[in-house]
Nanobody
Framework: QVRVVESGGGSVQAGGSLRLSCEVW????????VTWYRQAPGKEREFVSS????????????VKGRFTISQDNMKSTLTLRVTNLQMNSLTPEDTASYFC?????????????????WGQGTRVTVSS
């Protein structure tokens, strides 16, 4: 069974930094692309950043230059992919619940799945 677990949220003042982590516990022969989304109160969920299995990264315009997504090679294993989202120069507009999602894929047909797995989210609050 695949599990997605986020951690690292908290409260910080504007200009500060936080690092979020996403643990994807998956199957040994499958691969996982990871995407971070966020949802502020009263707003729709929006894309933040992603990293695919070839370590290609994408960022929304609102976080580009401030956030960095990367795989944590020290912690990742065959069945665990750990991805970090380093968030710098935070502003109150970054206040939201941050969700990690994982798309399962790989060379084996059994791995391919269109519906992503989701974590429960982690809360980030930035005060001015």
């Amino acid at each position: 069974q695949v599990r997605v677990v986020e951690s690292g949220g908290g409260s910080v003042q504007a200009g500060g930094s936080l690092r979020l982590s996403c643990e994807v516990w998956g199957y040994k022969y499958c691969s996982y692309s990871v995407t971070w989304y966020r949802q502020a109160p009263g707003k729709e969920r929006e894309f933040v950043s992603s990293i695919d299995t070839n370590f290609n990264t994408k960022y929304s315009d609102s976080v580009k230059g401030r956030f960095t997504i990367s795989q944590d090679n020290m912690k990742s294993t065959l069945t665990l992919r750990v991805t970090n989202l380093q968030m710098n120069s935070l502003t109150p507009e970054d206040t939201a619940s941050y969700f990690c999602s994982a798309i399962q894929g790989g060379a084996f047909a059994q791995c391919r799945r269109e519906t992503p797995y989701w974590g429960q989210g982690t809360r980030v609050t930035v005060s001015s």
